[in-house]
């Protein structure tokens, strides 16, 4: 890839408001937003394999809070932490609520289960407990850091948290779920709830077999299906949270499957158009469009052909899903199924999806498909004809290849900064860091690509993560000064506690924690124009 041509995809001029993200445009307190010009020089990292969070110049962290972290008299933080969404208040936006996802658990760092013993339903519900995602009421202290207001109302949802299905049919016999795990990415409504996505679901209680009562259980990981007899149909949907009263839904209108994001839009006639990929090898590229104003349950699933570039509507009435499967509930439960037979365009791990606020334009990050020889993985450009998203014509390019060249692997999570520049994370497995063909990578980074000055158009590692684990869930302050990042999964290789791999944040003999942090610094100042 040629430096001009990636500057022609991350484009040049000012930040039009009327393409940013509506939840993104109602943060900003300014008019207008320029990109920033930057004079000085960004100046990255080698990749690191410490067992520390490693900052590029002119960047610093200050820990928020960690796995088993005190939230209220019953709740403590939970595991994994992934995807954050910062919503601030309205009169003051040095205060706010953080949404923070709890994705999958460790059983022996939560509930001192090992490997060949007997699960009790003790140790099932401490698991169940820790997954799910956190609601945390948090504030900007005198000194500019972060942090929880003492006393407030934080709260807790997880896996055996009742959630209803935004539904009128009932789901495997059910109108309501019980919890929510695996949550891995997602995204803001124009209201201010958040969407969070239930990944790899099948790795809790199976995967249902189509036309079938059976259950397949051997993607099941846990053994929580010994405990509770639940429904793998309930699992692997977007849920939307309300940040005020912690209640939630499950979108049935956006479909079943291993939902990395789901990445919201609001159209200029109130309609809403939701991107989500599916986060698997050979899968796809999903997008809803809503039929009314504000309705995440009155519209139409598309699936997408990238080689043709259309948007194929996953609809009963189509005479091809008609012969396989009995109604549109049906349909959206085996989503992987349908868009297989409608002819959808396998892709390599489609996961998070963030809309160029310069350009409008969607881009995908996929993350690797190892058994295809694509290590590395790769960013992709949608545009949609006309600037329309509600278009179902599209062209799609690859603009971001991974690999020694770059400097980059495995990208994962993606996110702009209120000065249009591009940031992002690595996603290499624990089993694979360090070992052939990720030796020179060293631990999961995160990375950044100004979007103007001398240096637009490279990519900077500008972060590097504790022994084993992985940055996730970038998500920036409106005002730019701080950027909110989960440190997942440190020490996840750890399969004896005599034995750590990773002792972060604590250090000395510590447990390793997974935690959030808050990254600061006159780097971020400049990159954002403040």
């Not at 990395?260 to 796809?284: H, K, M, P």
């Not at 504000?294 to 699936?303: F, H, I, M, R």
């Not at 004896?496 to 959030?516: I, M, Q, R, Y």
């Amino acid at each position: 890839m040629k430096r001009r041509n990636f500057l022609q995809f991350l484009g040049t001029g000012a930040v039009s408001m009327s393409l940013l993200p509506p939840f993104v445009h109602a943060c900003n307190s300014e008019e207008k937003r320029r990109i920033s010009s930057l004079t000085s020089l960004v100046n990255g990292i080698a990749p690191s394999s410490e067992d520390e969070l490693v900052l590029a110049e002119g960047l610093s962290f200050k820990r928020l809070i960690s796995f088993g972290d005190v939230l209220n008299q019953t709740e403590t933080f939970g595991f994994n932490n992934d995807y954050t969404a910062f919503v601030p208040d309205h009169e003051n936006s040095d205060k706010g609520t953080l949404w923070v996802n709890h994705e999958y658990t460790h059983d022996l760092f939560i509930s001192g289960y090992k490997d060949g013993e007997i699960k009790t339903k003790t140790q099932a519900d401490l698991e169940l407990r820790s997954v799910g995602g956190s609601i945390l009421r948090v504030q900007r202290s005198s000194d500019g850091q972060w942090e929880l207001i003492p006393g407030a109302d934080h709260k807790r949802l997880h896996g055996l948290s009742e959630i209803p299905f935004n539904w009128d049919q009932p789901i495997a016999g059910s109108s309501l779920a019980i919890g929510t795990f695996q949550n891995c990415s997602g995204g803001v409504t124009p209201w201010g709830s958040i969407l969070t996505c239930e990944e790899n679901y099948q790795h809790a209680f199976g995967e249902a077999i189509h036309g079938s009562d059976e259950v397949d259980y051997h993607h099941g990981t846990h053994g929580w299906e010994a405990f509770y007899d639940h429904r793998p149909e309930h699992y692997g949907w977007v849920v939307e949270v309300d940040l005020t009263t912690g209640k939630a839904q499950k979108h049935v209108a956006l479909g079943r499957f291993c939902h990395e994001c789901a990445t919201l839009i609001e159209l200029a006639d109130g309609r809403l158009v939701v991107y989500s990929g599916d986060d698997g090898n050979d899968q796809f590229l999903y997008k809803f469009i809503s039929a009314v104003p504000g309705s995440l349950k009155e519209g139409t699933l598309y699936v997408a052909n990238i080689d043709q570039g259309v948007w194929m509507p996953m609809d009963i009435s189509d005479e091809r899903l008609s012969s396989v499967f009995k109604d549109q509930t049906e349909v959206l439960i085996h989503c992987r199924k349908a868009g297989a037979i409608l002819g959808a365009t396998p892709l390599d791990r489609p996961e998070d999806i963030e809309i160029d606020p310069v350009t409008g334009d969607i881009l995908m990050a996929c993350t690797n498909n190892k058994p295809k020889g694509n290590y590395h993985g790769q960013i992709m450009k949608v545009i949609e004809d006309g600037g329309d998203y509600a278009s179902l014509t599209f062209r799609s390019e690859v603009y971001l290849t991974g690999g020694s060249a770059l400097g980059f692997t495995c990208p994962d999570n993606l996110a702009f900064d209120q000065g249009g520049n591009l940031w992002f994370t690595g996603d290499m497995s624990g089993s694979s860091m360090h070992k052939a063909p990720y030796e020179t990578f060293g631990n999961n980074g995160l990375f950044l690509v100004p979007r103007s000055g001398p240096q637009a158009g490279e990519v900077f590692q500008v972060a590097s993560g504790p022994m084993d684990s992985e940055l996730t869930g970038p998500f920036f302050h409106p005002d730019g000064k701080t950027l909110f990042l989960s440190v997942q999964h440190p020490g996840e290789q750890t399969n004896d506690l005599e034995n750590l791999t990773s002792h972060w944040p604590d250090g000395g003999d510590a447990l390793p924690k997974p935690t959030v942090v808050c990254i600061y610094g006159p780097l971020l100042d400049i990159l954002n124009g403040v």
